[in-house]
C-alpha cells in the first residue's frame, strides 16, 4: 500500500533524482561497462512511428529539447523482412542523437523461434555503422515473445542467445535485458513461469523492466505501489538489492496525470538507474510537464504491495 503523507511532503525529492540519479558523478559513470546510457530521464522510438523516420534530425531536436539523455530506439523485430528497417534512417537518428549530446539504445525483439535469425539480427543492431562511423552506445534485448509455447524451450533459447551474445561484445559491453514487467508475472504466474531473473543478472548489466502500470491500475498510490513491486521483486528475484534497474512506465497514451506521479513518486523511492514511459509520441504534453519538472519528495522506502 502507498503511504499516505501530508501533501508538501508528499513531492519532495526527484531533485534527490536529480541529484542522485540524473546527476551522478562523472566518476560514477566510468565504470566498466559504463551503463550511462540507461542513466536518468530517457524516451523511446520504435518502427512503427513513421514521423520519427521521415525527419530523424526534427526528432531528436524536440527530444533533446525536453531534456531527455537517452533515446531506446528500435531497429527491428522477429516479424520484419529484414535484419535492420530502415537504416539509411537509423544512421540519422543515431548521428543527430550524438550530436545533441544524448545516447542511443538499440534494442531488438527476438521470437526464439529462429534462434539463428535472432542472433543474426541482435547482431547486426550492436554492429550497426552509420555513414559517419558511429555505433550505438549500448543494446538491449526486448524479452517478451511467447511465440514459443513451452516456457522450458522459450527460457533455454532466451538463455542460449544471451550467452551467445555476451560471447561475441565480451564483458565491457554494456548489455540491457528489457523484461516484461515483474509485477504483471506475479499477477499472471503463467505467462512465464520460473522466468529467469537470476541468470539474465549473470549476462545483462542493467534490467530494463515493462513495469506498464496501465494495464494493471490506474490513480496516483496504485500506480506507486505497481511500480514500487515491480522493481522491488527484481531486486528479490536476483538476490541483488543493488541490481542496475532502468524502469520503463505507462503505456504513455493510457497514463492520467495522476499515474504519471504515482510513476514518478516511485522512481524516487526506490531509486532505479534511470526511468521512462513508453513511447515517445504517445506521451502526452500533461505528462511531459510532469517528467521534465518532477515534483521533489524525500525518498522512502522502495516497496509496494
Known sequence: MARSRGRPRVYAAIAALGAAILLVPAAAAQSHPDLSSYRGFA??????????????????????????????????????????VRPAG??????AAHAAGLKVVAWYLPSFVHPARDLRRALAAIRFRTPQGQRF?????????????????????????????????????????????????????????GFPFKQLAALYDVFVPMAYYTYHVHGEPAVHDDVARAIALI???????????????????????????????????????????????????GAWKLLMSPPQFDPGSCGGS
Open 43 to 84: 524516451t523511446w522510438i520504435d518502427i512503427f512511428s513513421p514521423q520519427a523516420w521521415s525527419d530523424p534530425e526534427g526528432t531528436i531536436a524536440a527530444v533533446a529539447a525536453r531534456g531527455v539523455r537517452t533515446v531506446f530506439l528500435e531497429t527491428g523485430n522477429y516479424s520484419q523482412a529484414t535484419d535492420l
Open 235 to 285: 531486486r528479490e528475484q536476483t538476490g541483488d538489492p543493488d541490481v542496475p534497474i532502468h524502469v520503463i512506465g505507462g503505456v504513455a497514451d493510457a497514463s492520467r496525470k495522476g499515474d504519471v506521479r504515482g510513476f514518478l513518486r516511485a522512481v524516487a523511492d526506490c531509486r532505479p538507474l534511470g526511468f521512462s514511459l513508453y513511447d515517445y509520441f504517445a506521451t502526452k504534453p
Open 90 to 95: 537509423l544512421g540519422r537518428l543515431v548521428e
Open 137 to 193: 552506445d549500448s543494446f538491449a534485448l526486448d524479452i517478451e515473445a511467447t511465440s514459443v509455447k513451452v516456457v522450458a524451450r522459450r527460457t533455454a533459447r532466451l538463455l542460449a542467445l544471451s550467452r551467445s551474445l555476451r560471447d561475441v561484445v565480451g564483458a565491457d559491453y554494456p548489455l540491457g535485458a528489457i523484461i516484461p514487467s515483474p509485477r504483471g508475472m506475479e499477477l499472471r504466474p503463467s505467462f512465464w513461469p
